[in-house]
T-cell receptor, first 114, second 114 residues
Framework: DTAVSQTPKYLVTQMGNDKSIKCEQN?????MYWYKQDSKKFLKIMFS???????INETVPNRFSPKSPDKAHLNLHINSLELGDSAVYFC?????????????FGPGTRLTVL | AQSVTQLDSQVPVFEEAPVELRCNYS??????LFWYVQYPNQGLQLLLK??????LVKGINGFEAEFNKSQTSFHLRKPSVHISDTAEYFC????????????FGSGTQLTVLP
C-alpha cells in the first residue's frame, strides 16, 4: 500500500494554463505539506495544513492555492502557469501528536511548463 | 529560524571506500536533525534522525551520523559504500517548537564509482 501518493506523476502543460496536483495519504496523519524542488534540487516548503487548516504559507505567488477537503487529502491548484513553475512538487504528511513528527514523502510530480 | 548548509554539492567516491557527507546547521532553539535520501526520479526517504540522547545515530543501509552541538554539525558517514548508494542526500532541520516544517540543505550528490 502506498503511504503518500500523488497524481499525476508527470504533468506537461502550456504557459497560462491552470492545473491541479492531487495528494492522498493513508497513514492517518493530520498534517500535510507541499514542497517545491527546483532544477538545482533545492527543496522548499510551500504550504502546510493541519486538520484541514492552513498553518504554513510561505512566500508563494497567490496563483498557487492549496485545498484540503479532508485530513487525508491536500491538493495544489496552480493558475496561469509560468515557465518558472517548472519543478518537482512533493507532498508529505506527518502526525502532529508525535514527538518529532517524521514526515513521509510522496513520489513527486514533475511539472513542465512550455 | 533555522538554516542548513551542505558544504559539498557533489561527492564522488569509489565502491567500498568510506564516505562522509557534511552538514552544518544554525538555529536559536533546540532542533531535530534528519538525513533524507532521494534516489533518481523518486521521492525522499528518511535515512536517520537525531532527536535527543546519544549523539551517534544509526540509520538504514549502514549509514550513521554524529550530532555535534558545539560545532553545530550532523555529518553523515558510511564505512563502505556500494554502487546502489548513488543518490542525492539531504540534511534537514526542524525546530523543537510548534513550527513543524523541515528546512532542507541544498543536497549532496553522492556518486559511487566502480
Amino acid at each position: 500500500d502506498t503511504a503518500v501518493s500523488q497524481t499525476p506523476k508527470y504533468l506537461v502543460t502550456q504557459m497560462g494554463n491552470d492545473k491541479s496536483i492531487k495528494c492522498e495519504q493513508n497513514l492517518g496523519h493530520d498534517t500535510m505539506y507541499w514542497y517545491k524542488q527546483d532544477s538545482k534540487k533545492f527543496l522548499k516548503i510551500m504550504f502546510s495544513y493541519n486538520n484541514k487548516e492552513l498553518i504554513i504559507n510561505e512566500t508563494v505567488p497567490n496563483r498557487f492555492s492549496p485545498k484540503s477537503p479532508d485530513k487525508a487529502h491536500l491538493n495544489l491548484h496552480i493558475n496561469s502557469l509560468e515557465l518558472g513553475d517548472s519543478a518537482v512538487y512533493f507532498c508529505a504528511s506527518s502526525d502532529s501528536s508525535g514527538t518529532y513528527n517524521e514526515q513521509f514523502f510522496g513520489p513527486g510530480t514533475r511539472l513542465t511548463v512550455l | 529560524a533555522q538554516s542548513v548548509t551542505q558544504l559539498d554539492s557533489q561527492v564522488p567516491v569509489f565502491e567500498e571506500a568510506p564516505v562522509e557527507l557534511r552538514c552544518n546547521y544554525s538555529s536559536s532553539v533546540s532542533v531535530y536533525l534528519f538525513w533524507y535520501v532521494q534516489y533518481p526520479n523518486q521521492g525522499l526517504q528518511l535515512l536517520l534522525k537525531y532527536l535527543s540522547g546519544s549523539t551517534l545515530v544509526k540509520g538504514i543501509n549502514g549509514f550513521e551520523a554524529e550530532f555535534n552541538k558545539s560545532q553545530t554539525s550532523f555529518h553523515l558517514r558510511k564505512p563502505s559504500v556500494h554502487i546502489s548508494d548513488t543518490a542525492e542526500y539531504f540534511c534537514a532541520v526542524r525546530g523543537s517548537g510548534s513550527a513543524r516544517q523541515l528546512t532542507f540543505g541544498s543536497g549532496t550528490q553522492l556518486t559511487v564509482l566502480p
